[in-house]
């Protein structure tokens, strides 16, 4: 008897110390298989980049990025309650401490944000979050070690220099649509 109760105490309080707390990987898990979002996981493989052709800064990025994730929620006529709380729920998670914002910019209707998980110069994931009113929003984190705002900027400049396989954006280029 006494082995159930030190059984039963041990599982509560494992229970209780688990974070419950929501966050952006989470918030993908739940909603990969969900019919009002498109999901899209992006490795660095996909790029196809000539690694000879790029800069010692571009290949230092490169090298630093690991993945990327997309969700889109696309709106319609029938999914704006929804579209509001998920909405809510994605500001909600991103207001948490850890996410450092870099930038926001709004105009009522619309707005992108840029934050950030880790310190200036050695960044875990960059989470980009835009929303239109009128069409959706969608979240990309893009993970990574020690990657840094230059760092990303210099992918950019990858991504521009690739020679990447755009059938595997058609679900987010129906989304823009």
């Not at 030190?6 to 990969?32: D, G, H, R």
């Not at 790029?47 to 052709?53: E, G």
Request: hydrophobic letters at 40%; aromatic letters at 10%.
């Amino acid at each position: 008897m006494k082995v159930i109760y030190i059984i039963m105490l041990w599982a509560s309080l494992s229970l209780i110390s688990c974070n419950s707390e929501p966050t952006l990987q989470k918030y993908f898990v739940e909603n990969t298989e969900n019919k009002n979002f498109v999901a899209l996981d992006v490795s660095s493989s996909i790029l196809n980049v000539d690694q000879t052709k790029l800069s010692v800064a571009q290949n230092d990025a490169l090298k630093s990025f690991d993945k990327m994730n997309i969700l889109a929620f696309k709106l319609t006529e029938t999914n704006k309650a929804e579209f509001e709380i998920e909405r809510a729920k994605v500001d909600l998670i991103l207001k948490d401490k850890k996410y450092q914002k870099l930038m926001k910019f709004s105009s009522g209707k619309e707005g992108v944000s840029v934050s950030f998980i880790g310190t200036d110069e050695h960044i875990k994931e960059f989470i980009f979050y835009a929303n239109k009113k009128e069409k959706g929003f969608a979240v990309v984190r893009i993970l990574g070690e020690d990657m840094n705002p230059t760092s990303v900027m210099d992918m950019i400049s990858v991504l521009q220099q690739s020679d990447i396989d755009l059938e595997q954006f058609k679900p987010i280029q129906q989304l823009l649509k």
